[in-house]
Structure formats: structure tokens, C-alpha cells
């Protein structure tokens, strides 16, 4: 059974990088043909997915946010992290990692259970 666990602060200050990281189970994140990517929910919104980094270690981020994101990994802790720089009260969400099956379908078939980060002073 695959298992992805988020892990990071629950408040981070404005201006400042949010870190959070997943660490997976049941699976290795190097295996082919697996993309593990971040997804957030803001309060009253959809979901938004904001990068991945893939099975090769190639990443890729959403047009809106690939300027402050960087998705890396370490293989040899199954995990991988997620930073946003220079966070705002609008980066407020739950925050989720997932694996995907695919580069541009943004479908998932495991999920970790989300985090909550509030963007406040």
C-alpha cells in the first residue's frame, strides 16, 4: 500500500519560504513512470496543482507559481520537498502531495492526507 505522509510548519511569516516535505512509503519515488507532485486548496477554491517532480528527478511548476517554487528530492529518504519563496496571506491552504501516472494529466491514484499552512505575521 502506498503511503504519502506532508510534513512541514503549520504557520510561516510573510516574506518567508514555506518548506514542507512528503515522505512516501510502499512506493520508490524513482520508479518508472510515477510523478509526484504538490497540490493546495485556499479556503473557498479548487484545488491547484503546483509542480511535480518526476520518477527521472525532472521537475516541472505551474506557470503562476514557477518563479517562487522549487520541488527537489532525496532519494535516499523517499521524500520529496516542496519551497515556496516569498509567501503572502494568499498561500494560505492545505497543501497535499499525490502521485500521478502521468506529466499533463493532473490525475492521482494516492494522496497524502494534506496539511494545513497559514501565511501570517
Known amino acids: 500500500q502506498v503511503q504519502l505522509q506532508e510534513s512541514g510548519p503549520g504557520l510561516v511569516k510573510p516574506s518567508q519560504t514555506l518548506s514542507l516535505t512528503c515522505t512516501v512509503s510502499?512506493?520508490?519515488?524513482?520508479?518508472?513512470?510515477?510523478?509526484w507532485s504538490w497540490i493546495r486548496q485556499s479556503p473557498g477554491k479548487g484545488l491547484e496543482w503546483i509542480g511535480y517532480?518526476?520518477?527521472?528527478?525532472?521537475?516541472a511548476y505551474s506557470p503562476s507559481l514557477k518563479s517562487r517554487t522549487s520541488i527537489s528530492r532525496d532519494t535516499s529518504k523517499n521524500q520529496f520537498t516542496l519551497q515556496l519563496s516569498s509567501v503572502t496571506p494568499e498561500d494560505t491552504a492545505v497543501y497535499y502531495c499525490?502521485?500521478?501516472?502521468?506529466?499533463?494529466?493532473?490525475?492521482?491514484?494516492?494522496w497524502g492526507q494534506g496539511t494545513q499552512v497559514t501565511v501570517s505575521s
Open positions: 499525490a502521485r500521478g501516472k502521468s506529466a499533463n494529466d493532473h490525475s492521482y491514484d494516492y
Open positions: 510502499g512506493a520508490s519515488i524513482t520508479t518508472n513512470y510515477y510523478y
Open positions: 517532480i518526476a520518477y527521472s528527478g525532472n521537475t
